[in-house]
């Protein structure tokens, strides 16, 4: 086999070649795109946010929730757990426990896809695009969230509310925005 | 067992060339999947395939290298595409099953890798009585533990070094996983446990004996072999510091200056090993005690 290293190189170039020479055309376009819709969605977060239109509030864990093993709709905005009752409640919620968003005020929101969507998943499985203002895109912190470390936080987010049903309504989440790095705690 | 390394300019020249590939070959294959995630996710599961057939592809035209050189090389990069494969097949099977991440941050795919430790273990079970494996840390645990009926050391020609280099690659990188995985995990130790400190001093440490262990081995090939387990164990490190807030990963962050320092290391030492191997075509070594 002296011809080996021709081999290797036509087939190593036949496998990637294709994709490669798309991603070269579409790199630029890609980037672009994403900067476009960071943007735009950023601009569209702020704009909602200066027009009431955002819906601050602070994740739940659904099991302890409902069966009243925990009351954040009774404890201060912002402070929804003890030490103790946060730490159970990430537990389950990583156990996927169903999340939901307590509003400032009162509202009972249930995080879901868009509407029209058929086949989906669990929206704890979903990166969330993060609004960053100037001094948190200067620090470097992530720009995206899920759903799971953020239980127990105060944040804003933006998206498209549904009535769902017996009080309790659906909101599929564009944007989210919060202060603080995504992941914190010491004893995490 | 391995001999007293013989340190000259030379050795140290081929284990800093060595670490530098292997270590931006591990920083390199970070930042090609946070890109993809980034800019266009729709194409992972494409280029998982793709990483898999070259992954398959590469290991077989190993066959027909006659250095172990080469053959090591070539391993290496084999091994690197099916771990590709491998943790898209995770991160692919984690969005089927609706995964969620951690409340400390880690990834979906993580979480299901944690949990495959009792296959590794089974593996690892399988190679420690594999009487023609050569690792030395199992040729370790076989004179400690006495497991052999006949003696721990396994002699002779390999044919073909590619194939064990990318199982090599593929099994250290699988442990490393595992093991920090199963640290970070509150219900077990968690990020700020006993564990995941003794880990952290455990791994530098490890990191130096084996760079001076890699020191005696003064040709590429047994040398980027070597180089494979002693970049993870460091990478142990990387990563813990990261989870500590100490460290912004620069392939997660993506931070150029710091990624173009590091994709020139490998470019360079790419460059090196390549004119090495150029150099000596047809070598082929015969070790008693080098995986």
Redesign the interface.
């Known amino acids: 086999m002296k011809y080996w290293k021709f081999i290797i190189t036509v087939l190593v170039s036949l496998v990637l070649a294709g994709s490669v020479q798309a991603e070269e055309q579409q790199e630029k376009t890609h980037k672009e795109k994403y900067a476009e819709k960071i943007k735009a969605m950023e601009e569209t977060f702020w704009a909602a946010s200066q027009a009431g239109k955002t819906v601050k509030g602070v994740f739940v864990e659904g099991n302890s929730f409902f069966n009243g093993t925990t009351e954040p709709q009774n404890r201060p905005f912002g402070k929804p757990y003890t030490a103790e009752e946060l730490y159970a409640a990430k537990q389950s919620a990583e156990r996927n426990s169903k999340i939901f968003l307590l509003a400032e005020d009162g509202t009972l929101y249930y995080p879901c896809p868009r509407k029209g969507e058929r086949v989906t998943q669990s929206e704890q499985a979903h990166r969330m695009p993060r609004v960053l203002t100037k001094q948190q895109k200067a620090e470097g912190l992530f720009t995206w969230s899920t759903q799971t470390p953020m239980v127990g936080r105060t944040i804003e987010v933006y998206g498209e509310i549904y009535p769902g049903y017996a009080g309790v309504k659906g909101i599929h989440i564009e944007s989210i925005y919060f202060e603080g790095e995504y992941i914190v705690g010491e004893k995490d | 067992m391995a001999k007293k390394p013989i340190i000259s300019v030379k050795s140290i020249f081929y284990t800093a060339v060595s670490l530098v590939w292997i270590f931006g070959l591990s920083a390199i294959g970070h930042i090609v999947m946070v890109l993809i995630e980034?800019?266009?996710p729709a194409?992972k599961f494409?280029?998982a395939w793709?990483m898999a057939?070259?992954g398959f592809?590469?290991i077989y035209?190993t066959r027909?290298?006659k250095s172990d050189g080469w053959q090591s090389f070539?391993g290496t990069l084999g091994g690197l595409g099916l771990w590709f494969s491998f943790e898209y097949s995770l991160m692919y099977g984690?969005?089927?099953m609706?995964?969620?991440?951690?409340?400390?941050?880690s990834y979906?795919e993580y979480r299901l890798m944690k949990w495959t430790f009792m296959m590794l273990l089974m593996v690892f079970t399988y190679l420690l009585y594999q009487e023609s494996v050569r690792c030395n840390f199992i040729f370790f645990l076989r004179r400690t533990l006495g497991l052999m009926r006949t003696k721990a050391i396994a002699t002779g020609k390999i044919g073909n070094y590619g194939p064990r280099t990318a199982f090599e690659y593929i099994m250290v990188t699988w442990t490393f996983y595992v093991l920090l995985m199963i640290a970070y995990d509150?219900?077990l130790f968690?990020?700020?446990s006993w564990f995941t400190y003794m880990l952290f001093f455990a791994s530098f440490s490890v990191f130096f004996y084996l760079t001076y262990k890699l020191l005696g081995y003064g040709k590429f090939g047994a040398n980027l072999r070597y180089a494979i387990p002693t970049v993870t164990i460091l990478w142990n490190d990387v990563e813990i510091l990261a989870k500590w807030?100490l460290l912004?990963e620069p392939w997660v962050?993506i931070n150029w200056p710091i990624m173009s320092v590091i994709i020139a290391g490998f470019s360079i030492s790419t460059y090196l090993i390549v004119r090495d191997l150029r150099g000596r075509k047809q070598e082929m070594i015969e070790s008693n005690d080098v995986m």
Do not use: A, D, S
Request: glycine content about 14%; overall charge positive.
């Open positions: 980034k800019y266009n194409y494409t280029f793709q057939i070259t592809v590469i035209l027909w290298m070539w984690g969005e089927r609706g995964v969620c991440y951690t409340w400390n941050g979906p509150p219900e968690g990020p700020h807030g912004k962050h």
